[in-house]
């Protein structure tokens, strides 16, 4: 066997296992006018930062934001006691709503 062969022997094929947690393995592409384009580069600039690690940054703490103003609220300390205590009361029937709840619906016939 020639030591080229006897190379390639030696050699396996894997097959790629798991990516860790943390790669950054996905692409989001956008387009700009070249006014918008020149904002974000001089706002990266500014602030040490390439563009593409300005835009994630940008994007991230805009998504987080949503996604909080949809999932949590906050209340001042002295409104606490009173929002719990409505939460515990009993529900009371509201006349009108379990009207419209009794009804048939398009999706739901009763």
Known sequence: MS???AAHTKVKATT???RPAGLKDQR???RVSQAEKAV??????LTHMGVSQFMLQAALQSAEEVLADQ???VLPADRWHDFVALLERPARVVPALAD??????PLRRR
């Open 3 to 5: 030591a080229q062969s």
């Open 16 to 18: 790629p296992g798991p």
């Open 28 to 30: 989001v592409n956008i």
């Open 40 to 45: 974000v580069e001089e706002a990266a600039s």
């Open 71 to 73: 999932s949590r609220f």
């Open 100 to 105: 419209a709840a009794s009804k048939p619906t």
